[in-house]
């Protein structure tokens, strides 16, 4: 008698258990199915243009700005300071320090850019202020009389005007944006080069009508050092 007593109880309990775990089963198939969200980046802009998306509340002030016709800069001196297309515009102008660098000088100027009564004219903008080492790059006019010509096969410039590829449609990028990442800098406000000025810098998404020339060179990512001794 107990044992049957004891195969009917164990019958019970493992008849108790199925509908639990039935049950359980049966409530959890009616959920929605659980699908995890990642974490939203933080950097959700093209990353070979942010300094345009960063930079955009200035964009408006560059659209409603009057041109100021007495001290417009061209596409001559804009290339005429620079040793090759391409290449880091040189200093202009005589520097406060030698060694002056970032927001204690030339920032003050480069960042937001403004006329200089100074120098009667206004100071172009710097497309990556985030690097502050500015004379690793950029160095000053030492002479303009001492040098002689060479033999060194100068890059042309990009030509204005004729880079789009109909009559009327958006011209395309001739450069690589590496170091560009603001393209507002050259192209919108009073410091640009008027032959590149555009009429609408308040469209700060440049590259969905704009695309590069060359996927190649303007993929090239920004170099980043790293440290492989282990002591320092």
């Not at 005429?80 to 102008?93: K, T, V």
């Not at 033999?151 to 009327?168: D, E, H, Q, S």
């Not at 308040?202 to 060359?214: A, F, M, T």
Request: with cysteine.
């Amino acid at each position: 008698m107990k044992k049957r007593l004891g195969i009917i109880s164990l019958f019970i309990i493992l008849f108790i258990a199925f509908i639990f775990i039935w049950n359980y089963s049966y409530k959890t198939g009616l959920k929605k199915a659980y699908i995890p969200i990642q974490k939203e980046r933080q950097n959700i802009v093209i990353p070979s243009e942010n300094g345009v998306f960063l930079r955009s509340e200035f964009a408006l002030d560059y659209m409603n700005m009057p041109v100021d016709e007495n001290h417009q800069r061209s596409i001559k001196t804009y290339y005429d300071n620079r040793a090759y297309s391409g290449a880091p515009p040189s200093i202009p102008h005589l520097v406060k320090e030698e060694m002056s660098m970032g927001g204690n000088t030339c920032l003050q100027c480069h960042q937001n850019g403004g006329f200089v009564s100074k120098f009667e004219a206004y100071a172009p903008v710097t497309p990556h202020p985030e690097m502050i080492n500015c004379r690793q790059c950029h160095v000053a006019q030492m002479t303009e009389t001492i040098f002689k010509e060479t033999n060194f096969l100068k890059v042309t410039a990009p030509l204005v005007g004729i880079n789009n590829a109909l009559p009327g449609s958006p011209p395309v990028i001739p450069h690589q944006l590496q170091m560009r990442e603001n393209c507002l800098s050259c192209h919108a406000g009073p410091a640009a080069p008027k032959e590149i000025r555009v009429t609408h810098p308040e469209r700060i998404n440049c590259r969905q009508c704009h695309v590069p020339s060359d996927q190649i060179v303007s993929d090239i990512e920004a170099f980043t050092r790293v440290n492989t001794n282990e002591n320092e």
